[in-house]
């Protein structure tokens, strides 16, 4: 077992809307997908050995798995250069949501369940009016002790909630709770609660940047954590018998739940609605800055630091900075790697470009990247500088104005590609 190109073999293994999906090293892409059952208590057939390894690995990479295959608890090995490694995944969050009657002068619901909504998983789903949207997976079960109405005879007839009217309110974890994008639920969405087998549908839930942006500040406490929301259905319905007979009109409600997605799904998702900027920020300057190209190549520089910003690694976020500045000039904490580019405006305003990028890229370097150079703890390490999720959070937006005008200079020539003649070693203050 072994694993000749590294850059291929297996990083990650995540499970989600009935599929298994397999992710390599060379940029997270998918590799294959092998079909699931749709209740999460099922079985996956058997895999043998032989057919994973076509399924599962890329290029001349290696690979095993167990047979039987239990969603529950995938265990996957995937051939390293070392020998073999395990790997493995944890199951989608899933979230059950039971609706219970609400009786005429009730503030609240009765303890009169009508049945439940499961969610399965959120993926990318249609666009709505060219913005593209999220799609909720939902499984409608009816009730454990099914609604029922008994005849002249005693014999008790099931009865079906059909909706003249569902909502769907998705909304922040903290108080006050505010409502995050919004979700359209249409005629097929609208899954009856009754007897007989689960019924699957989808929901689509809209999510603008302004709602990511809530999310981001709701979860800044503790931004490692997996996404929170909380989730209420309510409605009217009316039921009607076995043979299609209406029977009543009746208002329903959950007791709202917390509906979880894990942080790199979530991270997923908001790549394929294709958020990047915070609006707030991006609000800040004229429709003009953000058409030009400059503003896209700042904003593909620090994906990766809007990444880690997102996860709470601050100290990653403002090494990712650094790193972006790094593309433009090399050593980008000494102003006169700046300078010595901008051979063509006047001394002045060279000086002054040179500062104001380098002094960025120190604040970078030393926040981010360097620890405590003197001075040691307790365990006699030399400390790493403090550093505020909030710091991380400016620094970032800076860095999004800073490249901007630093491509901008780059594109019109101002800023010269061609590094200049070395006379001396560029050391990191």
């Known amino acids: 077992m072994s694993c000749p190109s590294p850059g291929v073999c297996l990083a990650a293994v995540s499970v989600h809307l009935g599929a298994l999906v397999l992710e390599s090293m060379d940029g997270g892409r998918t590799v294959q997908t092998a079909p699931l059952p749709a209740l999460s208590s099922a079985p996956l057939p058997a895999i043998a050995a032989p057919s994973y390894t076509a399924l599962a690995c890329a290029?001349?990479?290696?690979?095993?798995?167990?047979?039987?295959?239990?969603?529950?608890?995938?265990?996957?090995?995937?051939?390293?250069?070392?020998?073999?490694?395990?790997?493995?995944?944890?199951?989608?969050?899933?979230?059950?949501?039971?609706?219970?009657?609400v009786r005429p002068g009730e503030q609240t619901h009765s303890f009169q369940a009508v049945g439940r909504y499961t969610i399965r998983g959120i993926e990318t789903g249609p666009a709505i009016d060219s913005m593209k949207c999220l799609s909720i997976q939902v499984e409608a079960h009816g009730p454990q002790q099914a609604l029922a109405v008994a005849d002249a005879t005693g014999q008790q007839h099931p009865q079906t909630v059909s909706w003249l009217q569902l909502t769907a309110v998705i909304s922040t974890r903290?108080?006050?709770?505010?409502?995050?994008?919004?979700?359209?639920?249409?005629?097929?969405?609208?899954?009856?609660?009754?007897?007989?087998?689960?019924?699957?549908?989808?929901?689509?839930?809209?999510v603008r940047g302004e709602d990511v942006e809530l999310v981001d500040q709701a979860r800044s406490s503790l931004p490692s954590a997996p996404i929170s929301f909380h989730l209420d259905i309510f409605g009217i319905g009316k039921l009607i018998d076995e043979g299609g007979q209406f029977l009543d009109v009746v208002a329903m409600r959950s007791a709202g739940e917390e509906l979880q997605v894990e942080l790199s799904h979530w991270d997923r998702l908001l790549r394929a609605i294709g958020y990047t900027v915070p609006p707030s920020q991006a609000s800040v300057v004229t429709r003009e800055t953000l058409e030009h190209s400059a503003w896209a190549d700042a904003t593909k520089r620090l994906e990766n630091a809007r990444l880690h910003l997102r996860h709470g690694e601050d100290y990653d976020a403002l090494r990712e900075c650094l790193s972006a500045l790094e593309g433009?000039?090399?050593?980008?904490?000494?102003?006169?790697?700046?300078?010595?580019?901008l051979t063509?405006?006047?001394?002045?305003?060279?000086?002054?470009?040179?500062?104001?990028?380098?002094?960025?890229?120190?604040?970078?370097?030393?926040?981010?990247?360097?620890?405590e150079r003197?001075?040691?703890n307790d365990a006699g390490d030399l400390p790493v500088m403090p550093l505020d999720h909030w710091e991380a959070d400016l620094a970032v937006a800076v860095a999004q104005y800073l490249l901007t005008y630093a491509s901008r200079l780059r594109g019109n020539g101002v800023l010269s590609t061609t590094p200049?003649?070395?006379?001396?070693?560029e050391g990191s203050p």
Not at 74 to 98: F, I, N, R
Request: contains cysteine; charged residues 15%; positive net charge.
């Open 344 to 371: 063509s405006v006047q001394d002045q305003k060279a000086d002054g470009l040179a500062e104001l990028l380098s002094g960025f890229a120190t604040y970078c370097n030393r926040i981010g990247h360097h620890r």
């Open 328 to 341: 433009l000039v090399s050593a980008p904490y000494n102003a006169p790697s700046w300078k010595s580019r």
């Open 59 to 101: 290029g001349p990479t290696a690979c095993m798995a167990p047979a039987p295959l239990i969603w529950s608890a995938v265990s996957l090995y995937v051939g390293t250069p070392g020998g073999v490694a395990p790997l493995s995944y944890h199951q989608s969050m899933v979230t059950d949501v039971t609706l219970y009657l």
């Open 374 to 376: 003197q001075n040691r």
């Open 174 to 206: 903290t108080t006050p709770r505010r409502p995050v994008g919004q979700v359209h639920i249409d005629e097929k969405g609208m899954l009856p609660l009754g007897p007989g087998n689960a019924r699957l549908g989808t929901w689509t839930w809209e």
């Open 420 to 425: 200049p003649p070395v006379t001396s070693a």
